[in-house]
């Protein structure tokens, strides 16, 4: 083993052996030394009231900002901006990797793109194939015949699958589609810098106003060539039809991505994101033996501008998909594999501390701050919701009669206890903004749906713990010792997406 793959190695053991260590740590001082482990299980409640008063404080602002900002005419602004701007010369190039999916989720994505507020003529559209897959040739020509008139152009391309290098990953698919969305491009003539390119997932249903609210921000920024365009995600897609389960597990990640927009020393892309053309091939495309290509390509362009380098939020949703199966069961299993896949992203702290080692121009003071953010995130991610579940009733449980007859063990239930009171506060605020991010209620779907909507809030403590420690620790378990994921398609539905 040679020095870089040493360090590799030891990057990838730091985030599961810090969760891990602190967990195994609760549960030794629970048994061992009760009172000290009800003090910081005590301290970590009062820092978690603090925290989640903070972020809903957040969430509202987020979520105020989202609703003035999506109504606008953001089309008529890109059209009173000056000339020189090049709003009449810029186009935007969108692509959507495909694994397996049909008609039934693509004609959707099309048909919100042929909606768009936005000159078609200046649309590229890239509908990127899996080789592999046996039917993509013919979904793919059903498409061209339905949609290829709507946009400037319509191209599908076909990933070989095995190629030297590659993982079977979104990124290697996306990064396949560019390069030919590139060679078209060349012979268009058009300079890489007029060209905006957004990457959906395959079921992303975007705003009528997203390309205008996009080209606004990307013509009158400062740095436009340095900076990622990150929209809102909703799961509206099919929020109705959906489990409760599912459905409150995908309002929450929605929720998460509006706090994480006004924290923008933090803010990441995240799924679908937009960014110049320009910089995605300076910075040599999406990884493409990597599972986080949504994450990773930001770090990318961090790395290649020497940390100046941003995420710009767009108060504009782009609407996906709910993931669920046929039963509870199924849908439990099918929601933490996507939230480990989710977490995966843990594999984003080896590459870029790496490329911190690499890049000397960037300051020790922005090196240290952002490895800690990210190493802080993910292992919270995974700790926070066994410590407020599990291990905070542990002291209680196995302390003994003389813990139990201690003031300390008097008050930590009282205080877990009004920390769950904080917990239901904040979640009435959660409902109530729940409810305004929901499209309405298709005919057919029982009024007793709206009731559900609300009482299945009830389940907030056993699902986070579900969809959000645990895999999270599987995660960061499995990048530990070296046993690496794959890249998993989650079933939406009876749809593979």
Not at 119 to 136: G, L
Not at 298 to 318: I, M, S
Request: charged share 20%.
């Amino acid at each position: 083993m040679n020095k870089r793959t040493f360090l590799k190695r030891i990057l990838e053991i730091i985030p599961g052996a810090l969760s891990w260590s602190i967990i195994i740590l609760l549960v030794f001082l629970s048994i061992k030394h009760p009172v000290a482990s009800a003090i910081v299980i005590i301290t970590f409640d009062f820092y978690w009231i603090i925290r989640t008063v903070y972020l809903t404080t957040l969430l509202v602002m987020a979520h105020n900002r989202l609703f003035r900002l999506r109504r606008e005419d953001w089309l008529k602004r890109c059209l009173a901006l000056p000339e020189d701007k090049g709003f009449s010369k810029l186009y935007q190039l969108v692509i959507f990797p495909i694994y397996n999916e049909g008609l039934e989720v693509l004609r959707p994505s099309l048909s919100a793109l042929s909606a768009s507020h936005y000159p078609k003529d200046k649309i590229i559209v890239v509908m990127a194939f899996e080789e592999r897959n046996s039917h993509a040739h013919n979904i793919a020509l059903v498409l061209e015949n339905e949609f290829s008139a709507n946009f400037g152009a319509h191209l599908s391309t076909f990933h070989p699958d095995g190629l030297a290098g590659e993982a079977r990953t979104k990124g290697a698919n996306a990064t396949w589609s560019a390069k030919a969305a590139k060679t078209f491009i060349d012979s268009r003539g058009i300079p890489y810098e007029q060209v905006v390119v957004s990457c959906f997932d395959a079921d992303t249903c975007v705003e009528p106003e997203y390309f205008g609210c996009l080209s606004y921000h990307f013509l009158t920024s400062d740095k436009p060539h340095q900076a990622s365009y990150q929209p809102m995600p909703v799961y509206n897609n099919n929020i109705w039809q959906a489990p409760s389960f599912a459905r409150l597990v995908e309002i929450s990640s929605s929720f998460c991505q509006l706090i994480e927009s006004m924290r923008l020393e933090k803010f990441v892309t995240f799924s679908s994101h937009s960014m110049s053309f320009k910089t995605l091939v300076e910075v040599d495309y999406w990884p493409t033996n990597m599972i986080s290509d949504d994450s990773v390509i930001y770090w990318k362009g961090y790395l290649h501008y020497n940390g100046d380098y941003r995420v710009v939020p767009l108060y504009v949703t782009v609407s996906m998909d709910v993931a669920y199966s046929s039963n509870i069961w199924k849908t439990i299993v099918v929601q933490y594999k996507q939230k480990r896949r989710w977490a995966w992203g843990v594999e984003n702290f080896p590459f870029v501390v790496d490329g911190f080692i690499k890049n000397k121009n960037i300051s020790l003071f922005n090196k240290l701050r952002r490895s800690f953010h990210l190493l802080e995130s993910h292992v919270t991610w995974a700790i926070w919701a066994v410590i407020l579940v599990v291990i905070g009733y542990l002291p209680m449980l196995v302390g003994g009669a003389f813990f139990s007859q201690m003031a300390i063990a008097y008050n930590l239930p009282k205080v877990t206890g009004l920390l769950f009171k904080f917990t239901f506060l904040t979640s009435l605020i959660w409902i109530f903004l729940s409810w305004t991010i929901l499209p309405p209620r298709p005919k057919g779907v029982s009024v007793f749906k709206n009731v559900l909507l609300v009482l299945e809030w009830i389940f907030v403590p056993f699902i986070i713990l579900i969809v959000s420690s645990l895999p999270a620790i599987d995660a960061q378990s499995r990048l530990m010792f070296a046993k690496y994921m794959e890249f998993n398609p989650t079933l939406k539905g009876d749809k593979v997406l």
